[in-house]
């Protein structure tokens, strides 16, 4: 009785503990900022921020849940955003000093996210053909389309994206801004990917157990290669989401983001082993730093000591997650 | 067992694979040769003093770099950290180094002996993946870096004029980072503490059980790794004459790089450090004759990720390869 308490307990918190301790550090800084953190205006923030390093996560939590690491998402953010906004616009084009021609919005809007999953069909590819480890892989393929980005825009930013972007990204409805809708929908439709199809259990067998995957009649390279596909395509998407923002994108743009991406799947209690965690895991990962970093931005915290802050949360929420995954196993 | 009881392999093929045994193990020697005939086709200026004095030069950093991820990734781990623990040190002694030398050295060193013992905690008893826990105290060395000075700070001149003293083609941060390399080479080859990790590399549960002290072995390298990097800090002072907040991002990759085109086993328990200081050299030669072939710097990124693809690619064929042949 009292050991399948103790077991329960445990179970709760594997699935549950980041909520709790998100819903515990919402009152924290609420108390501690004196309200100030949450006003609408402040959460709606918060949430606008989630979004779109939200949708970056969802799609390496994909890579990750199957037993990989993609490096590569920010890369394929930035590539993406580029020709989304600098092939999609005509007086960007002729602004731009490298190689990208003006294509029309709808066409660079299509061929921002086709480039995007192609980057991570290639990436999935080597993985399963080559047998390069998923993170040296991927780092390559992060390097080469940095000198991709370089090449097509001539090391030039992009700051005159077609209208329609700022637009959508300034865009609100019932008070929370456009993106935050898209990731929602992202969230729901991971959910329905990994919880409610073959293919999700699939991606939990093999980054549980590769081999075991393989010997049940399970095609390891098949789910491979969607799970970087699909990564890449989220993280064209976020490009998206992060051109609506500011309007501007650079080959230099999204410095720490890939950092925040493994952050945040690590915080929720996704395991970098793969094959433990799922959308709540993602999401409540997501939210709470999020949230950390808002609040640390209240507080006028240097960002430098944030970043310290940030190393030090990965630790220890890295360190209790798998003290309770091992005991789990 | 089976391997006990046949004869090996190659003594059963004709000379060809003589030819081939004796290659294998030193490709990586014909490898640079092949590297600098090439080189010395593209560009006259290639083969000479000067020349191999920079190369060497700007090896030197992310030579000594390489020395402490080889440790790392011959346990089976690696260390994300180095680069930043590399800039925090630089710009430590920066700031404390004019006051008073041996200060900025002693907290540069003791710095960088603080988060690899970090490191070294997080991964053995906070179980955290090395990927992960060393990515961690990037940001936290990052972070204190800029803490300690936002700008770079230029050092005077007076307090490095000792260390600028070259001879030969051998600058003070290449002679630091061989005198590091045979050092090294010899704890490796020597001493049990070396022996000892290419057993944690090869098999960390039959290590243990074998009786070697894991968990200790773990913490000590990624001690020595943290002030390592703290020593390339020092170098990079040396080289450049100033303390950079922001400089090396990146280049614990590249220092993995490095060591693979050197023959390291990317998960541990194989590699020679000296072969993988010559992939350290190749590395950088390739990114010199890419600059004296005024290539477009733009072009070069791509040209390093297709050499780490190659690289890699070829490594973990052969580790496929061997495997199969015991199996």
Redesign the interface.
Known sequence: MSVKDHLASRRFWQDNGTIVVLAAFVVFAAVVSQGVFLRPSNLATILYQASIIGVLVLGQALVVIAGG?DLSVVAILILSAVVMGGAGSEQQATMTLGGLPYLGFWPAIVAGFAVSALAGLVNGL?VTR????A???T???A??L???I??VTG?SPIYYPDPFFLAFGESRLLGLPAPVFVFAGVAVAFWWLVNQTTFGKTLYAVGGNERASHYSGISVTRVRLVAFTLSGLLAGLAGFLFLSRTGYVSYASGGDLL?AT?AAL?VGGVS??GGIGGTKHAVSGVLLLASLSNFMNIMLI?P?????????V??VA??IY??MN?ARA | MMSLANPPASVSHGARSRLASLLSGNEIVLVLVLLVAFASFVSPVFLTETNFRNILNQASVLGILACAQFLVVLIGGFDLSVAAIMALSSVIFATLGPASPPLGIAASLGAGAALGLLNGVAVTFGRVTPMIATLGVMGIARGFAFVVTEKSVAVPRELLAPAKATLWIFTTPVMIWLLIALLLSWLLARTRFGRNLYAIGGNERSARLAGVPVTSRQIAVYVLSGVLSALAGLALVVRTSSGVPHVGAGWELDAIAAIVIGGARLFGGEGNILKAMIGVIIYQTIANIMNLASLNPFYQDIVKATVIVIVVSVSVMQARRSTRGTA
């Open positions: 690491i080597m080559l047998h390069i480890p993170f040296i892989t780092l390559a393929t390097l080469l940095g000198g991709i370089l090449l090391g950092m493994l690590v970098l082993a240097s430098h000591i944030q970043n310290a802050v940030n190393g030090v990965i630790l890295v360190s798998s003290h091992a």
